[in-house]
C-alpha cells in the first residue's frame, strides 16, 4: 500500500524560505522509473505542477519557478524535501506530493498525499 | 511550455446524462494525456493514463480518446459521485503541465 504524506508549516512570512518534507511508504525511491514529484494547487484555481526526483536523481523543475525551487531525496528515510526560497503571498496554496511512475503514456500520478495548505502572510 | 486548454470551464448535467470534455495541447503530446477528478477539499485522483487507458479500479463509465493536440473525456452515464472538477494533463514534456479544469455541477 503506498501512501505519501506532507508536513512543514502552514504559515510563513514572505520572503522566507518554505520547506516541505514527503514521507512516504509503500515504493522505494531507487526503483526504476519511480520519482516523487510536488504539485500545488492556490485556493480556487488550477494544480500547477513544480519539481520532479526521479530514482536515478535526475531532477525537473518549473521553468518558471526553477530559480527558487530545490528538490532532494533521501532514498533511506523515504523522504522528498521540496525548498522554495523567497515565498511571496501568491505562493499561497495547499502543496501536494506524488509517486511517479515513468511507463507508456508518460509519467502517471496515481498517488497522492493529502495536501498541506501553506499561507504565505506577514 | 505545453498549454492545455480544457473546454468547458463548468458544465451542468443530470444524473443519468452523457458528458464529454475536451482537452487541446498547444503542440502534439502523442498519447502522453492523462485525466484527474478531483472532489472539494480532496487529492485527484487519477482516472485515465496514456490517453484511453483506465486506470485500475475506475468505473467504465469513465472513458478517454483522443490524440495529438485533441483529446476528451466522457463520462457515459453520470452518477452522483461524479459531481466533481477534472483536470486533463500532458504527461509528455517538461514542464509537466495541467488543463484549467472542468467543473461538473448539478443541474
Known sequence: QITLKESGPTLVKPTQTLTLTCT????SLSTNAVGVGWIRQSPGKAL???ALINWNDDKRYSPSLKSRLTITKDTSKNQV??????????????????HSIEAA??????YWGQGTLVTASS | DIQMTQSPSSVSASVGDRVTITC???QGVGSYLAWYQQKPGKAPKLLIYAASSLQSGVPSRFSGSGYGTDFTLTISSLQPED???YYCQQANTFP???????NVEIK
Open chain 2, 24 to 26: 487541446r495541447a498547444s
Open chain 2, 96 to 102: 509537466l503541465t495541467f488543463g484549467g479544469g472542468t
Open chain 2, 83 to 85: 459531481f466533481a472538477t
Open chain 1, 105 to 110: 503514456g508518460g509519467f502517471k500520478f496515481r
Open chain 1, 81 to 98: 524535501v521540496l525548498t522554495i526560497t523567497k515565498m511571496d503571498p501568491v505562493d499561497t496554496a495547499t502543496y501536494f506530493c506524488v
Open chain 1, 48 to 50: 500547477e505542477w513544480l
Open chain 1, 24 to 27: 512516504f511508504s509503500g515504493f
